[in-house]
């Protein structure tokens, strides 16, 4: 009888709640307040209290609804509780849940109705018993996330602190019955006889009052000591984050009394920080806690930052200006002491939740998101972190509280509760790391490595304690060693373990060398071994195997003599000395027990604030930088830091670039060793961009020089202006300011008018536009000038031709020249008088007019003018003299020149019948003496894996959906979990009924274009991928449909173009089924072909610009243009280290016509085909040099020594440059030799074909050419034997790579040709059709013209590679031959037809006959039965299991039912699809329209 009450009670809190699979419970309404105490979780929604386990199970659940009857005192109230199905008038909402173990008792208190308080003292281990209850309030009234209680213990009493949210109008949650205040201490039990829950001291009933707007964010007790911290709003809108000390005294009063304060700052902006989640860190002393702090006002940057919070009793108690036990009037005016933190750990947006834990030395924080995720941080004792992870995502959006909670049963789960949910998630996840160097290097401190067990699992799950886990403080390795040698020359290894461990692995520590040691040395003690040397010499290699317990170590050494680690100071040489396990001190490398090196340190970096593109020679300073080989910067979130070089090193100064960044904020400087270790504490501050918004003045004249004012915002970060007229010119600023830059207009060159040039900022390595343009005029024009005396000063006057200039007085500076004795003259007026502009100056203390002249200075130019004079009419008599003179010579001249053209003309006649008998004559010669030379050394063929081939044939021309589709390495033979949604969608396309009726209702759209079906059928190739047997049969019935189609129209017409989903369905298919037979049999001599076709056209002239070449396939890219040229062979000598040490020459070949890029790709080509890898500098950080009289001169594409013809630059040459054959050529990196001028592709110019020619030359007068000789009449026609040349000489691969394609290994075809073509067989039986050409072209359209010319022309998609588009013309021919193979019409070609066409005529008709063979073989073979083929398929679907993410393509699909869903509900009911299918096609609409996407980046 007592059971069954129990169990209905339980029963009638069932509806809407549930316990979850995965460690979550689901309630049935909001969560108000939860509590955890030991085994016990407590959770009061709004009209329940539930008591669960600690693993989340239900124990039992308490209705909040009831009678309530209130007295004559509304203090007087009685509230009985009802179940869920009886009548009720009241609910109780708890606002306070505070469990008290020592009692055993819950109180659960808040309000009934949101009007009467009320308080219940429950049972602790059974929530349905009640022990008390009283109208009184302990807590706020309303649910408040800005009110705190909690337990404390003063003396030996026992108290409730309550802390209540306090408003600037002076309101409280306090009720009005109520004197509660800010902060009061109630009793927890009736020791005194005062009754539970009451106020009162032995005299009265002490508080803690407020001003202003308050809010309460956490409380606890360490110690005797009570923290409380809270937001303080202020009047003008700012917020103050508040820490209050109470000292637990003997008494209530005295407690409160004690109070003292702190504001806790985490920037200079104190102001607009917020407090919004609290942690204590277990352990101490210090008391260290860590908050997380919102720093705008949309609360969504975030930071956590720790703080050292230990009870600071210098100040005097109770005079803090925001809270008083007894509060002066007026309020005291002291400033509360400031605390700023000591360490920012992590800077993400929407932290709204931490916790914090100890784990040996280790702090680990659990930092909940506004966006439902769970993020675990490692810190050590230096507050070093290691990488964020998350534990946990939800799948919507909801925030996770801001209090998180540790399971104190195994402390290996925190509880996280959300709006309606609450979540166990595990700690940490280590068994996911099956070895030691896995589970060490996850770097996790709740991970240790078990010996016996040999898995790495939790501290306590390991018996015996013989475990290894991470040490205290943060390490790169987990063994390292050094070698030292002492005075006697004796040589000593000594290795370091960088472990924590348990105390049998500790009994068990040995080490073993694979070397001979002395006997006399050292017996191993943890966590060092030692192994003295007993022939004193060093070996070249050595191992140690460390024992520790059952867990053995094996370490290998690379051992290097120290004295024999010599040569001039580099990074590569510093590098090499401390791998070796030797010491580097003062640009030495020396034994590691010799030499002193100091620890470098940063005192300071200027400038310390950028913005955030970064920042070009920033200098570093301090002491013992000498070693510095690089500075480290990082921000909270980076895990892995940008390092940037350093160059001008001189021990106390330093220069190194500050890189760009996407965020702005503060960052964590050091300078880093060769030996990996950073030192120094610096910080750099990134702020946001400039802008300039206006320029003052708004034009300056050609020679630039004139002084201009950008205005605009954040200007003292600009390292440089620029001009587009002159983009390589960057102008220094003279000085700046955040809203000022003023600097000297750059030169216009080679300038004929007016032009307009746009202005940008130099920022670090990026260029950032203005929204403003400089005008650019001729000089001004300085005329005359006259003089005049006025007292003991003269008075110039200079006449200027007015203009757009808008010059001032400021900008002339003017000297009188009189007997070559230079006179000041000081500026004073301009005045402007029609076209003219007068300005006036004065030259001091000087009584005699006369000046020769006037030198007048502007900007960067200087000009003299010249007195009046009178000889102006000699001046005329002697221009016009010689015009007669001048006259009588043109007629002589011209009679001249007559006889010379008639001459020259003939000559000119006779060089063009020479050089076109030249190039016949050279053609003949190349076709005769052709060899195919060609393939030397390829290397390995790169294939690519099948899921990168499969998705470039699948998405060609959707590269996001390509990447989409494509797992990455991490997700690699991983079985991702479908959401629901998606596993509702995947089996619903399992139904073949609603998927060809999906696929033909999508077809009938108008708007369902060609590409649209291209991506259906890409998608539901991904999504059905891993049941390919399901996905042929659909494929079948869609080929049927449209087989039905084209059988009363033109059946020869069938599969010829891609216009349906099921043609590129087809094409899909092939490629899955064929991907085996294409790597196994038809790849290398794919390849083979291609690289061939690439080493042939690389042999003659190619254009830089056009990409023309003189040896082609196409017509189309043939340089018929090509200039005379000759073969160089150059030795090429490789920079080692950064001292200029070379390596052994290597001997490439080039053409004396070759551009400095084509030199450089022909080196790296040749560097990869000697040694089989690729050289480690890539072409646009390489400069090359070309030694010259002894020295090295650089060879670049554009200099000032370029010819220029017209407005269009011609790219140098090798020819340009003189280069003789056997020359030597030196490789250099620009990282570390800088370049004198700014490197990089002149091809990034998007105006690049407009600005530069190679070896076709522009369109231009003759008299504008340096060299018109150079250009020499050139036929087409003539040079239509190289396309003849080029096809000789590539004949055997295009032949080899057919056969392949079309000959029968084994006589067998591939599974897939052979049952396809068998299946177009018998649907021609079936549909009576008798011709064979039907057949011929419908087995021609589905696999050579469907897969094969796909491959052919697409060479990429099989081999990591770059298709050019001259070689994309040029594979375009070889396809061509290839589909003309197939044809069965014969075409007659004369002297008209396309080249591409001629070029293979002869070999058709063989290659035709092979291709009619390959079909009668194919069909006189023997059927494969059904079993054989469809075991091919199950094969073919696990061999590529779950290389496709699934789900990326179902949520892709699900788009277009999405936008289509009428027309598929409406085709389903056309086709009398079940109701089942329907029901699941609205289930699987109703499941996606509530999904919400979640993602932490």
Same mark, same amino acid.
């Given at each position: ?996 009726? !999906? /696929?033909? %209702? #999508?077809?009938? &759209? ?5 590409? +649209?079906?291209? @991506?259906?059928?890409? *998608?539901? =190739? ?66 083979? !072909? /291609?690289? %061939? #076709?690439?080493? &042939? ?5 190619? +254009?830089?610009? @056009?990409?023309?070449? *003189?040896? =082609? ?385």
């Amino acid at each position: 009888m007592i059971l069954l009450p129990g169990l209905l009670f339980i029963l009638w809190g069932e509806p809407g709640r549930c316990r979850g699979e995965d460690g979550a419970f689901i309630f049935d309404g909001d969560i108000r307040h939860f509590a955890v105490n030991n085994n016990t979780v407590y959770i009061a929604t709004m009209e329940k209290l539930y008591q669960l386990n600690h693993d989340l199970s239900l124990v039992q659940i308490l209705s909040q609804r009831g009678i309530l009857k209130v007295g004559n005192n509304p203090l007087d109230v009685h509230f009985d509780r009802v179940s869920e199905t009886a009548r009720s008038n009241a609910t109780f909402k708890v606002n306070t849940l505070l469990p008290f173990a020592e009692n055993n008792n819950l109180f659960s208190c808040g309000v009934i109705n949101n009007e009467f308080v009320y308080c219940e003292v429950l049972d602790l281990m059974n929530i349905s018993k009640l022990l008390y209850k009283e109208s009184v309030q302990v807590g706020p009234l309303r649910r408040s996330d800005a009110s705190v209680a909690v337990l404390v213990k003063v003396a030996s009493d026992t108290y409730v602190v309550t802390a209540i949210q306090q408003h600037e109008d002076g309101s409280t949650e306090s009720s009005s019955f109520s004197d509660a205040k800010t902060v009061n201490l109630h009793d927890a039990d009736n020791k005194y006889k005062r009754g539970i829950f009451s106020r009162s001291d032995a005299h009265d009933s002490p508080s803690i009052k407020s001003k202003g707007d308050v809010e309460f964010v956490d409380g606890f007790q360490i110690n005797s000591v009570i923290y409380l911290l809270s937001n303080v709003h202020s009047s003008a809108g700012g917020n103050k984050v508040r820490l209050i000390w109470l000292d637990g005294k003997i008494s209530k009063t005295q407690t409160l009394r004690s109070l003292r304060g702190a504001t806790l700052r985490i920037s200079e902006a104190g102001e607009g920080n917020r407090l919004l989640a609290s942690s204590v860190i277990p352990g101490g002393p210090p008391v260290l806690w860590s908050g997380v702090f919102s720093v705008d006002a949309g609360q969504t940057n975030t930071e956590l930052a720790v703080f050292d919070i230990s009870l600071d009793l210098t100040g005097e108690a109770d005079t803090d200006p925001d809270f008083c036990s007894v509060c002066p009037d007026p309020p005291s005016p002291k400033t509360p002491k400031t605390l700023r933190p000591k360490a920012v750990l992590l800077r993400q947006n929407n932290m709204s939740s931490v916790l914090a834990v100890r784990q040996r030395a280790w702090m680990v924080f659990f930092i909940g998101t506004g966006d439902g995720q769970l993020i675990k941080l490692a810190v050590d004792k230096d507050y070093h972190t290691t990488c964020p992870v998350v534990l946990y995502r939800a799948s919507d959006d909801h925030k996770v509280f801001p209090k998180i909670s540790l399971d104190q049963v195994d402390r290996k789960h925190v509880y996280v509760p959300f709006q309606n949910e609450m979540k166990r998630v595990p700690v940490s996840t280590c068994s996911i790391y099956t070895n030691v160097q896995d589970c060490w290097s996850a770097q996790d401190p709740f991970c240790v490595w078990c010996g016996s067990e040999t898995r790495c699992t939790f501290e306590d799950d390991c018996k015996d304690s013989d475990w290894l886990s991470i040490p205290d403080d943060h390490q790169q390795k987990m063994v390292s060693y050094k070698v030292e040698k002492d005075t006697r020359g004796q040589i000593t290894l000594k290795i370091q373990t960088h472990l924590t461990w348990g105390q049998r692995a500790l009994s068990n520590f040995a080490c073993q060398f694979g070397v001979r040691c002395s006997t006399t040395g050292p017996r191993p003690q943890f966590p060092q071994c030692t192994c003295i040397l007993s022939n004193s010499t060093l070996p070249a290699e050595a191992s140690v195997k460390i024992r520790l317990g059952p867990t053995h170590l094996l370490e290998r050494l690379t051992l290097t003599n120290c004295s024999d680690i010599r040569g001039p100071p580099s990074s590569a040489l510093c590098q090499q000395c401390i791998r070796a396990g030797c010491g580097w001190s003062t640009n030495v490398c020396s034994w590691a027990n010799q030499g002193v090196r100091n620890r470098p340190e940063i005192s300071s970096i200027t400038p310390s604030v950028v913005s955030f593109y970064g920042r070009n020679h920033a200098l570093l300073s301090g002491r013992n930088l000498s070693d510095v080989t690089r500075v480290r910067i990082q921000a909270h979130m980076d895990c892995t830091p940008q390092e940037s070089p350093v160059w001008n090193n001189t021990g106390v100064n330093l220069t190194f670039h500050v890189p760009s960044t996407v965020s702005k904020g503060v960052v964590k400087v050091c300078a880093l060793l060769p030996d990996g270790n950073c030192h120094g504490n610096a910080k750099i501050t990134y702020r946001s961009s400039p802008s300039c918004t206006n320029i003052v003045p708004s034009s300056t004249w050609f020679s630039g020089g004139r002084k201009l004012t950008l205005t605009g915002s954040h200007l003292e970060f600009v390292e440089g202006v620029t001009h587009s007229h002159a983009p390589q010119k960057v102008v220094r600023p003279r000085n700046s300011s955040s809203e000022n830059l003023t600097y000297d207009s750059p030169v216009a060159e080679n300038t004929q008018g007016t032009f307009t040039s746009s202005v940008s900022m130099k920022l670090g390595n990026d260029t950032l536009p203005c929204s403003t343009n400089i005008t650019y005029y001729p000089e001004p024009e300085f005329t005359i000038f006259t003089s005049t005396r006025t007292g003991d000063d003269v008075r110039i006057t200079i006449e200027k031709k007015a203009d757009k200039l808008e010059m001032t007085t400021a900008e002339l500076s003017v000297w009188g020249i009189r007997n070559e004795k230079q006179y000041p003259c000081i500026m004073e007026t301009k005045e402007t008088n029609n076209q003219t502009e007068f300005f006036t100056c004065e030259i001091k203390s000087t009584s005699d007019t006369k000046f020769e002249q006037l030198m007048i200075k502007y900007g960067d130019e200087t000009v003299t003018l010249h007195a009046k004079s009178s000889m102006l009419f000699l001046l005329m008599l002697f221009v016009l003299l010689p015009i007669a003179c001048i006259i009588v010579a043109v007629v002589i001249v011209y009679r001249s020149k007559q006889k010379k053209f008639t001459a020259k003309m003939n000559k000119l006649i006779g060089d063009l019948e020479l050089n076109i008998r030249n190039d016949i004559r050279q053609g003949f010669v190349d076709l005769q003496t052709e060899k195919s030379d060609l393939m030397e050394n390829v290397g390995a063929i790169p294939f690519l894996d099948y899921k990168h081939f499969a998705s470039r044939i699948f998405f060609p021309e959707n590269e996001s959906l390509m990447t989409l589709c494509i797992k990455d390495i991490g997700q690699d033979a991983v079985k991702i979990q479908l959401d629901e949604c998606c596993h509702s969608l995947s089996r619903l396309i399992q139904d073949p009924l609603f998927l060809t009726s !999906m /696929v033909h %209702a #999508l077809e009938g &759209q108008k708007s369902f274009t060609i590409k +649209d079906k291209c @991506t259906l059928a890409s *998608l539901l =190739t991904v999504s059905l991928h891993g049941n390919l047997l399901y996905l042929t049969e659909i494929m079948e019935v869609l080929l049927k449909a449209l087989m039905q189609q084209h059988s009363n129209a033109q059946p020869k017409l069938l599969l010829r173009r891609t216009e349906s989903t099921v043609e590129k369905l087809l094409t899909n298919w092939m490629s899955i089924c064929l991907y085996g037979f294409l790597r196994e049999s038809v790849g290398q001599h794919l390849f083979l !072909m /291609v690289s %061939a #076709l690439t080493q &042939q056209i690389a042999k003659g002239p190619v +254009d830089c610009v @056009t990409e023309k070449a *003189l040896y =082609t396939l196409s017509e189309d890219w043939l340089l018929w243009q090509a200039p005379d040229f000759s073969s160089l062979k150059l030795k090429v000598l490789f920079t080692v280290g950064s001292d200029g040490e070379v390596s052994e020459p290597l001997e490439v070949n080039t053409l004396s016509c070759d551009t400095v890029e084509q030199v450089k790709e022909k080196i790296l080509s040749t560097f990869k085909a000697k040694f089989g890898f690729p050289y480690n500098v890539p072409l646009r950080d390489m400069c090359i040099k070309y030694e010259s009289g002894g020295s090295f001169v650089p060879l670049e594409d554009v200099d000032a020594s370029s010819e220029v013809i017209g407005e269009v630059m011609m790219l140098n040459t090798l020819k340009h440059y003189k280069v003789p054959d056997g020359a030597t050529i030196k490789v250099l990196s620009t990282k570390t030799h800088p370049p004198l001028s700014p490197q990089g592709s002149l091809k990034d110019d998007e105006n690049f074909s407009g600005k530069y020619f190679h070896l076709i030359d522009p369109d231009v007068d003759e008299n504008q050419r340096q060299n018109p000789e150079r250009k020499k009449l050139k036929l087409k026609e003539v040079h239509l034997i190289k396309l003849l040349s080029t096809k000789v000489a590539v004949h055997s691969f295009v032949e080899n790579l057919f056969s392949s394609i079309w000959g029968i290994p084994h006589s067998k075809a591939p599974h897939a040709v052979k049952y396809f073509f068998d299946f177009l067989d018998t649907q021609a039986d079936n549909m009576k059709i008798t011709d064979p050409d039907v057949l011929h072209i419908w087995k021609t359209n589905s696999l050579p013209l469907r897969f094969w010319v796909n491959i052919l022309k697409n060479p990429q998609f099989v081999f990591d590679m770059e298709k050019t588009p001259h070689l994309d013309g040029c594979l375009s021919v070889i396809a061509q031959a290839f589909m003309d193979s197939f044809s069965l019409s014969e075409t007659q070609l004369g002297k008209y037809a396309p080249t591409n066409k001629l070029l293979y005529a002869k070999e058709i008709p063989k290659f035709k006959q092979e291709v009619k063979a390959y079909y009668k073989q194919i069909r006189d073979q023997s059927p494969m039965t059904d079993s054989e083929f469809k075991d091919f398929l199950r094969e073919e679907s696990k061999k590529h299991e779950n290389e496709f993410n699934e789900a990326a393509a179902l949520r892709e699909l699900y788009r277009f039912i999405q936008r289509y869903f009428t027309e598929i509900k409406e085709k389903l009911d056309q086709d009398g699809a079940p109701t089942e299918v329907t029901e699941q096609l609205h289930h699987v609409k109703h499941l996606f329209d509530g999904l919400k996407s979640c993602s932490w980046n």
